[in-house]
């Protein structure tokens, strides 16, 4: 009975424990991670060796994705987090070291083989990247064995399995060759963890120097020396392909670029902390320190220094020289060969202003060509050509060349203290000899362009290029420099549409190196590598809107005859008299037009801005009966100042009698559509004109079709129609083919 009792209640002991807290959130957990495929993850913190050299079987565990996850690559390693069960976010984990291995070696003393110093060759970072491999046999409790782990996808790449190796590394479960990731502890050497398999290599962000062609200086392979002391080390180039996201890059410009497997897929201008020319260089103490830059007079100072015991790393100091055939780096020391007068690019921390420059670097004298305005087809712009600062030189020749079809030489004017001593031309060629005043070269002139004119909508860019070769003066001695420059020309129509506004609004923050910016670059008119609100200001400024201003408008009946032609009654003086022809605009919101039809228009600003079906005049009779149908016959009265006529209608045949009065105004008269297809024409009938020949009306005919238009009218008989104008419509013949029945 006893034990009875005792199993009942540790059974309700169980079951109260399993109940949850209600209203407790769960704690999100944050695991290193390889996603296996369909919902399974390996979890690096469940593995461990078994004893001191056989690694442990790996086990899998299983969550839901959730969709913020993201799409997860099989046999790729992630940071995920993980909340009841469910992975919420996955985050490409940041190895701090990725590449092959290059070489393996026991370290020294050890003779228990436990600790192996392994070296990877990274080649995103372009760098060798050393650490150690330890086994659990040293036995440190606070510092745990290095977990190797091999990583290996199925051939269709759908999943992948993990399993463990020996850290030892003469069991060659890992050797040179290998692909590696490895994962370091904080503040040691000893990798946490090594990951053996072929990854895929996650997109690097690096900021670099464009050489031209596909070569780059990547900041991020050159390592300053002291260089207070010591020669600085040579910079290296490093080779990518460029896609076409990149955008078009500027020889020996900085760039932040993005590197994926090899290819920068994205380039955006890199922003300075600071830039311009050196006004001031004060010490810091001791000497052998840095110094502290000042730029352009300004108060504020750029701490520049070597490496010393408390400055883990130097001032990266770079020479940029730009050349016609590309362009170079240079390492430079801190305190020997940077001056005052130099131009400089500064980059720091943005949030510490009293930390180290990163990066220096420096520029010669640089040549800039810029549009003053947007290139607009039929006008002629201007191109500025100007060293970024004044220049030793007396001499130069500027050579330009365009594309002849698409722009013409205008003129070239320069600058004040600069003459022109030659001009050679040719299609799309421009050679210019000029002499400077005082060796002070700086802005040397403008050449002027015209766009040709061409029946476009359509924007498009055509670079203007530049090279200049001149003569510097450096104390007794001179030599010829060449620098090259372009410029990027917008070229686009005088106006634009409507639709033109749409698109701008829809590219609105879009920017370089962004999938779209291919197409939206084209409206980049400020030039700045997004599409802003100057850019679509730009285009709402010069839409060519058929209304030029707030109209004041006018609603007539009228006659659409096709294209831009109406006969507008307004227009016509009355009976006798010849037909004229209006010509307006006619308005997107105005719809399509039915040539021969009868229409109320409204026009402001001779625009045609909306049209709507005139309607005939009503009888007003019980019901009313609208007046149009066709004449079935008529009679005269009054010695032709009156005919009655019979018409047959929908609903039924009614007779009306129209006055003749040659008063203007009182009535507009009677005319003849005939109907031509596209077109249509429009006859005065002269209805006060009889034929005693004929006894009737000229021009008129039983069975004609007539549409009547007026408006009510009270009378001393009661209520009537007043028709001002009568329309006798003659119809094209018209073939129709009709279906009987739906297809099927």
């Known amino acids: 009975m006893k034990k009875i009792l005792s199993i009942i209640l540790a059974m309700i002991m169980t079951f109260t424990l399993a109940v949850p807290v209600m209203g407790a959130e769960p704690e999100p957990q944050t695991y290193r991670a390889v996603y296996l495929g369909g919902n399974e993850f390996f979890i690096e913190d469940t593995y461990r060796l078994e004893g001191v050299t056989s690694p442990n079987p790996t086990t899998v565990t299983t969550y839901e994705i959730s969709p913020a996850a993201g799409n997860l690559k099989a046999g790729e390693i992630y940071d995920i987090t993980v909340t009841n069960g469910v992975v919420s976010v996955a985050i490409a984990a940041e190895a701090s070291g990725h590449g092959r291995i290059t070489r393996i070696q026991g370290l020294v003393g050890d003779i228990q083989q436990a600790r192996y110093l392994i070296t990877i060759w990274d080649e995103d970072d372009a760098r060798e990247f050393s650490f150690v491999v330890e086994n659990e046999y040293l036995n440190r409790p606070e510092q745990p064995f290095t977990k190797v782990l091999g990583v290996n996808r199925t051939t269709d790449g759908s999943g992948a399995i993990v399993q463990g190796l020996s850290p030892f590394a003469h069991r060659e479960d890992y050797t040179i060759g290998d692909t590696v990731k490895v994962f370091y502890r904080p503040s040691v050497s000893v990798a946490a963890a090594m990951y053996v398999g072929d990854f895929e290599r996650s997109p690097k962000n690096y900021r670099a120097v464009y050489l031209g062609g596909n070569e780059f200086f990547n900041e991020t392979t050159y390592t300053a020396t002291s260089a207070i002391f010591f020669p600085p080390t040579a910079t290296t180039v490093k080779t990518y392909e460029i896609a076409q996201t990149a955008g078009s890059l500027k ?354 600003n001779g625009v045609v801005l909306e049209a709507k079906l005139s309607q005939v005049a009503v009888r007003p009779r019980t019901p009313p009966t609208p007046l149009e149908g066709t004449i079935v016959s008529f009679s005269v009265s009054f010695v032709g100042m009156q005919f009655s006529l019979q018409l047959d209608t929908p609903v039924g045949t009614i007779g009306y009698i129209w006055g003749v009065s040659r008063h203007p105004g009182v009535k507009k008269g009677m005319f003849r559509i005939t109907q031509m297809g596209d077109n249509a024409t429009v006859e005065a009938v002269f209805e006060d004109v009889f034929d005693l020949t004929r006894g009737m009306w000229c021009g008129l005919n039983a069975g004609d079709y007539v549409k009547m238009y007026g408006t009510p009218a009270e009378q001393e008989y009661g209520p009537a129609t007043h028709v001002d104008s009568i329309y006798i419509i003659d119809f094209d013949e018209e073939i129709k083919i009709t279906a009987t029945q739906n297809a099927v």
């Open 251 to 604: 020889t020996g410009e900085i760039y932040d670029i993005t590197v994926d497997s090899g290819v920068v897929v994205a380039a955006k201008e890199s922003k300075a902390s600071v830039h311009g020319t050196i006004t001031n260089i004060e010490p810091m103490v001791p000497l052998a320190s840095g110094y502290w830059a000042y730029l352009d007079n300004e108060t504020e100072r750029y701490p520049v220094r070597g490496r010393s015991p408390t400055v883990p790393a130097s001032t990266k100091i770079i020479k940029v020289n730009r050349a016609a055939d590309g362009a170079n780096t240079q390492a430079l020391r801190i305190n020997t060969d940077v001056a005052v007068g130099d131009k400089v690019k500064i980059f720091r921390p943005d949030d510490d202003p009293d930390a180290t420059v990163e990066a220096m670097y420096v520029f010669d004298e640089d040549l800039n060509i810029t549009a003053t305005k947007n290139a607009v087809y039929g006008e002629s712009f201007t191109l500025n050509t100007a060293f970024d600062k004044e220049t030793a030189s007396n001499a130069a020749i500027l050579s330009y060349t365009w594309d002849a079809d698409l722009f013409k030489y205008e003129d070239f004017t320069p600058a004040e203290g600069v003459t022109v001593l030659d001009t050679q031309l040719s299609d799309g060629f421009a050679k210019i000899t000029v002499m400077i005043d005082d060796y002070k070269a700086n802005v040397l002139g403008n050449l002027v362009l015209s766009v040709k004119a061409e029946d476009t909508n359509s924007n498009l860019i055509s670079t203007v290029n530049l090279a200049v070769e001149y003569v510097v003066k450096d104390g007794d001695n001179k030599f010829v420099k060449t620098r090259i420059a372009s410029a990027d020309v917008l070229v686009s129509p005088p106006s634009f549409t409507l639709i033109d506004l749409s698109n701008i609004i829809d590219w609105f923050g879009i920017k370089t190196g962004e999938p779209e910016w291919e197409k939206a670059r084209l409206w980049d008119f400020n030039k700045n590598g997004e599409i802003d609100i100057f850019d679509i200001a730009y285009v709402a400024q010069r839409i060519n809107s058929l209304i030029t201003k707030a109209p004041e408008t006018q609603t007539y009946r009228a006659v659409y005859l096709g294209g831009n032609e109406f006969f507008n009654e307004s227009t016509y003086p009355g009976p006798a008299a010849p037909i004229t022809i209006t010509t307006y605009q006619i308005a997107p919101a105005a719809g399509t037009l039915e040539p021969g039809e009868v229409y109320d228009i409204t026009v402001g």
